[in-house]
């Protein structure tokens, strides 16, 4: 399940779905974290004829995977049907009309992904991942329609995301605040149970910083990134609780300015190649039934 308490997947959608106009003007860190990521498809040589962009947002991550795989088909994945629409919107009318760009668009959970299994060629996500309440789920969907010798590549958050934010909610019992992360190791462990072979993870540390608390709360919103969780508070945040938080926050201030950390965890991994035997026939595991032989 998602670290610490599970999120309200009906909340999750409709406030991505409030964010779709939102979201290009403050999801720089978005961009800025795909880019490193796409750089990062320098080290692996692969030619997907189909990929899926799971939790693609609206649609900057298309773009550049369709730049890189030209041949490929770029199929956008994303749980609210704004997003989706924002995405197309992205792509000039002229090429829809001449097939220069091939995208399909499909509305669904990362945890539950309408794609028939065998069919992806490369399985992408871009900070899409922590928002599943449960990833190894996540993960047995990406194997399962990932073809052998298909690559998963993702980015998604680490524990210290919002370390700042989660300090200065620290001693108020109005609920959850702040959603908890897996970390690397937990997942590269998860991808190998999900039966992915030799997964590569590391992690980076990058810093915002906002010239007050209100300006960072109203970016989060902007982005989709509000509080889900189903342990969260449900009536309003009290003028008193955001003058405490202020004050708590004013302490970490340094430079005139106050921090957000963002832990960004990136991995990818391959679906193996069936095995063979020495004919070159695939190699089919047969176990007996109701345990060991004797």
């Known amino acids: 399940m998602n670290r610490g308490f599970p999120l309200d997947k009906r909340q999750l959608r409709r406030s991505f779905e409030l964010a779709a106009s939102t979201y290009d003007r403050a999801a720089a860190l978005q961009r800025e974290i795909c880019a490193r990521a796409l750089e990062r498809l320098d080290l692996v040589s692969i030619a997907p004829a189909l990929i899926l962009d799971a939790g693609g947002g609206t649609g900057f991550a298309a773009e550049g995977l369709s730049r890189r795989y030209p041949r490929a088909t770029v199929v956008e994945f994303e749980i609210a049907p704004a997003m989706l629409q924002a995405a197309r919107s992205r792509l000039p009318h002229w090429k829809k009309w001449i097939g220069r760009r091939r995208e399909l668009f499909i509305c669904g959970d990362n945890e539950h992904m309408p794609v028939r299994t065998g069919t992806v060629g490369m399985l992408w996500s871009n900070l899409a991942f922590q928002w599943a309440n449960d990833l190894p789920r996540v993960f047995s969907e990406c194997q399962r329609v990932l073809q052998p010798g298909g690559l998963l590549s993702f980015t998604t958050l680490g524990p210290d995301t919002l370390k700042e934010l989660r300090r200065a909610f620290a001693g108020d019992t109005g609920g959850v605040h702040v959603h908890r992360f897996y970390d690397l190791h937990d997942i590269g462990d998860m991808l190998i149970q999900a039966g992915f072979a ?25 982005m989709g990134a509000q509080n889900v969780a189903i342990g969260r508070s449900r009536g309003l945040t009290g003028r008193r609780t955001l003058e405490e938080l202020s004050r708590r926050y004013e302490e970490m201030r340094r430079d005139g300015r106050l921090p957000a950390t963002f832990e960004v965890v990136y991995g990818h991994a391959w679906k193996p190649e069936p095995r063979r035997g020495p004919s070159g026939h695939p190699v089919i595991e047969i176990k007996p039934r109701g345990g060991a032989v004797s």
């Open 198 to 222: 030799d997964p590569v993870m590391d992690m980076e540390h990058l810093i915002l910083t906002y010239a007050d608390v209100k300006t960072l709360m109203r970016e989060l919103k902007a």
